[in-house]
């Protein structure tokens, strides 16, 4: 065997997965198809957040807040490692409401999580002149917001190199432009190929290759029942601070520029933006912010997120090929430090391995 882990995708998934086997003592081969991927680590908007996930399931509530508590020691330890800073915030953040009928209709579900969940579940709501006082430059049309005291975001590109160094540093291996087009189950361990026919046999595999698993996931015996949904971003021109937490819409980067995002589309493999949803997210932001009305866009682009039929994560050991496993989320960014930390012991059968049951594959077989 050439390593005991191959890890079938380099993005921040994959590599969070590498990084917490490494630290077992592990040995991992990261197989990368790099840049050509429609790859949702380079795209997404960089949020570690809490609140509103897990509205109808409240075991992926409790995982999220897992890992958010989890974030700022597994933050140090790639910081401490790569010597990368990741500008990660944890001060809280918002989800601004236009009206007072959806910023009531969604404080009535939050309250239906925190009742299941017995009252654990921190939010509060916030109406137009509670949240002024905290954000003086949001705009007469904002009407409220739901803030959550444990979300925050993390410069995402930031995490992505600095997990790929903390890797290497770890000793694990990191083939860039390596996209995998095959893998067999052998008698003992996997043989994978990539597109130049290289192969390398492992003893185990994880399929953590975002969309790529719609294809690889058959070979291994899973269903990998996702879809690519298209999402949009601005960036603006550097601007004097304009607020004080993000919000899923808008936020604030660590360079000073302002991100906008949080459209959703059903294109298919399609990661090109169009002017008239960038329009839209412009004008929505600029009535949250009336002050981006002056501010220059820099880029705008397109990425796909990996998404499952109800929205939730994805963890599953093939049961046709023991040893094969099958990692995917939505929420790469915010799972990170779990992915990191106690899904290793899943991915190796610890004994204090978590309880990840609502998260299988066999929740889809209705």
């Known amino acids: 065997m050439e390593a005991e882990f191959a890890i079938i995708g380099g993005g921040i998934v994959g590599l969070s997965l590498a990084f917490g086997l490494l630290k077992r ?6 197989w ?3 840049d050509s991927a429609f790859r949702a680590s380079r795209g997404n908007f960089g949020l570690v957040w809490v609140q509103s996930k897990g509205l109808h399931q409240p075991a992926y509530a409790q995982w999220t807040r897992a890992s958010a508590r989890a974030y700022r020691s597994f933050a140090d330890e790639i910081e401490t490692v790569s ?3 990741l500008n990660l915030q944890q001060d809280g953040g918002y989800i601004i409401h236009m009206s007072e009928d959806s ?7 939050y309250e239906g999580l925190r009742n299941r969940l017995g009252g654990d579940y921190p939010f509060e709501v916030m109406g137009h002149n509670a949240l002024k006082t905290e954000e003086p430059n949001i705009g007469p049309k904002v009407a409220g917001a739901l803030y959550c005291r444990e979300d925050g975001h993390v410069n995402p590109l930031r995490l992505l190199r600095g997990l790929t160094i903390a890797v ?3 000793g694990g291996t990191v083939r860039t432009g390596h996209r995998v087009t095959d893998v067999q189950p052998q008698s003992a361990g996997f043989t994978m190929t990539d597109q130049n026919n290289t192969t390398m046999v492992a003893e185990k595999v994880v399929l953590a290759a975002g969309l790529g698993a719609m294809t690889l996931g058959p070979q291994l015996g899973f269903t990998a029942p996702i879809r690519p949904q298209q999402g949009q971003i601005i960036i603006t021109e550097k601007l004097p601070k304009l607020m004080n937490r993000p919000n899923v819409e808008v936020r604030q980067v660590d360079e000073g520029g302002i991100q906008i995002g949080a459209s959703s589309a059903e294109v298919g493999l399609n990661d090109r933006e169009d002017v008239a949803t960038v329009a839209g997210l412009a004008a929505h932001a600029v009535d949250m912010f009336p002050k981006l009305a002056h ?3 820099l880029r705008s682009w397109a990425a796909l997120r990996i998404m499952s039929p109800d929205g939730l994560p994805i963890y599953q050991r093939s049961v046709q090929h023991p040893g ?4 995917t989320c939505h929420s790469g960014i915010t799972l990170a430090a779990a992915h990191a930390g106690v899904l290793g012991d899943w991915l190796t059968d ?3 391995q978590p309880d990840l049951t609502a998260f299988g594959e066999d929740r889809f077989d209705v």
């Open 103 to 109: 910023l009531d209709a969604d404080r009535k579900l």
């Open 350 to 352: 610890s004994a204090e």
């Open 25 to 30: 003592g592990k040995s991992v081969c990261v």
């Open 168 to 170: 290497r540093q770890l």
């Open 295 to 297: 501010a220059r866009m």
């Open 83 to 85: 010597g990368l800073p």
């Open 32 to 34: 990368d198809e790099g």
């Open 324 to 327: 094969a496993f099958f990692v």
